[in-house]
């Protein structure tokens, strides 16, 4: 987690334009009619599918584990600070999106599709005229608001058990972008070989989203759109400044990148205190859980037990607990070790 302290994400747009400039890629699929749900996980492993809302997980296995789901629905609720990637892809890109969440509907059998998306009126007015099939449901616009759990909790009108996942009660989640990209590949016949992303550098004013080439490096998309990176001042941030992490130059974008970030050293906040005992990480957690007793566990490598696997399955690493935490510490990279045990 990169908690910014000085940035004002506030002063951002809305609704962005969805520009690239890069060539656009080669159709190589004829593209696709009719699903077949029989076959249709093939065509998502042969286009590259993963989970472009962070996850990475195989589509073809969700797709097949979410077979007579009675609904899909589309998460666009992005609300980490900085990003605003999900809405321009449900703008710019309704053809495509649509495409993806009819046809990945279809393959599991659902009859209805939802549109989540973050409580905004003159975004629900727009979305009504571009997706007038589907449902448009809103959600808090508080991070992290679209995590799969939280949508669960308000579709069902309850906590879901631990552990329990959305197909339980008929519900097929899938990220906007994925949907994208299905929605890509069968009208147009292009693999997944584009990743949508928010690309900017606040202290120069420079905020875009664009569709950049998977593999490409950052840097090379640093030169092409001329901004100032110094290594020296500033540090890069992969999908997002809760969830993500800090990466060089060098490294690749990905199929799973939702942002570059491109921040000021001394605007992220690093300098870690004792604990205090506050409570404030358990209180600000949005699932009730207690970070610091977790973290406590695992660094004394005490991670046995019902109760501490329970709520370490429940974590999903949003990080809301470490920018809640008043002395800087850390939590979230103690429970994604605590994940690692379980
Ligand atoms: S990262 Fe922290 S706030 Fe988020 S779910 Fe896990 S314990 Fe709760
Ligand atoms: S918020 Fe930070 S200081 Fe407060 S109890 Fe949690 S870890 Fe300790």
Redesign the pocket.
């Known amino acids: 987690m990169l908690r910014t302290i000085k940035t004002d994400w506030n002063i951002l747009a809305d609704f962005q334009t969805l520009e690239t400039p890069f060539p656009r890629p080669e159709r190589i699929y004829p593209g696709l009619d009719t699903i077949d749900p029989a076959t249709f996980p093939d065509f998502l492993d042969e286009i590259g599918l993963v989970g472009m809302g962070g996850s990475g997980f195989q589509t073809s296995e969700k797709i097949k584990a979410n077979i007579g789901s009675h609904t899909l629905v589309i998460n666009g609720i992005e609300c980490e600070p900085g990003i605003s990637i999900d809405k321009s892809v449900l703008l710019n890109d309704s053809l495509w999106v649509a495409a993806g969440a009819t046809a990945c509907a279809q393959a599991v059998g659902a009859s209805k599709v939802i549109l989540a998306v973050q409580h905004n009126p003159d975004l629900v007015t727009e979305l009504n005229k571009l997706y007038g099939e589907f449902e448009v449901l809103t959600f808090s616009d508080k991070y992290p608001a679209g995590a799969e759990k939280l949508i669960l909790k308000k579709l069902i009108g309850k906590w879901p058990a631990p552990g329990a996942r959305p197909h339980k009660f008929g519900f097929l989640i899938q990220n906007v972008v994925s949907l994208r990209a299905v929605g890509r590949a069968l009208v147009d016949g292009i693999p997944v070989v584009e990743r949508p992303l928010t690309l900017a550098m606040p202290s120069t004013g420079f905020y875009q989203n664009i569709i950049a080439p998977v593999g490409i490096s950052v840097q090379e998309l640093l030169e092409i759109y001329k901004l100032p990176y110094d290594p020296a001042i500033h540090i890069i941030s992969d999908s997002g400044t809760m969830m993500g992490k800090e990466v060089p130059a060098s490294a690749p974008i990905e199929k799973t990148t939702l942002s570059i970030l491109i921040l000021k050293r001394d605007d992220v906040f690093r300098n870690e205190r004792p604990?205090?005992?506050?409570?404030?990480?358990?209180t600000a957690c949005p699932l009730g859980l207690h970070?610091?007793t977790l973290t406590e566990r695992i660094r004394k490598n005490k991670t046995e037990g019902p109760a501490f696997k329970a709520q370490m399955t429940e974590c999903f690493l949003c990080g809301v607990?470490s920018a809640?935490?008043?002395?800087g510490?850390p939590?979230v990279q103690s429970l994604e070790k605590g994940k690692a045990c379980l």
């Open positions: 604990c205090t005992r506050c409570g404030a990480c358990n970070p610091f607990c809640a935490c008043p002395s510490i939590l």
